[in-house]
Nanobody, 126 residues
Framework: QVQLVESGGGLVQAGGSLRLSCTAS?????MAWFRQAPGQEREFVAA????????YYSDSVKGRFTISGVNADNTVYLQMNSLKPEDTAVYYC??????????????????????WGQGTQVTVSS
């Protein structure tokens, strides 16, 4: 079983930046970031597909967040710039070890990820 560990969360003012990190204990095909705010459902943020070397973003973070990583290290980062109060949430790292052939839903559907980290809190103050 693959274990995931996230880090980098914290408290920042609106307009500030944070960088999250996630490292998997074994090889992965895809790694992604999801987030969940109080009273909200878990939502997709960004994903990195190692097989195609493609990246995918939700519309709400496109242009502000960047996902990157090192495949050999099974590590991804989420650089978050121009943070807004609505970005406040617990951010979770997810991963799967098998290739998914279901199109874009492979990246945006949380149940298609087999492994999850414990989450890291991101709080953006007004």
């Amino acid at each position: 079983q693959v274990q995931l560990v996230e880090s980098g969360g914290g408290l920042v003012q609106a307009g500030g930046s944070l960088r999250l990190s996630c490292t998997a204990s074994g090889r992965t095909d895809t790694m992604a970031w999801f987030r969940q705010a109080p009273g909200q459902e878990r939502e997709f943020v960004a994903a990195k597909d190692w097989s195609s070397d493609n990246t995918y973003y939700s519309d709400s973070v496109k242009g502000r967040f960047t996902i990157s990583g090192v495949n050999a290290d099974n590590t991804v980062y989420l650089q978050m710039n121009s943070l807004k109060p609505e970005d406040t949430a617990v951010y979770y790292c997810g991963a799967r070890s098998r290739t998914c052939y279901g199109g874009s839903s492979c990246y945006t559907t949380s149940r298609l990820y087999a492994y999850w980290g414990q989450g890291t809190q991101v709080t953006v103050s007004s």
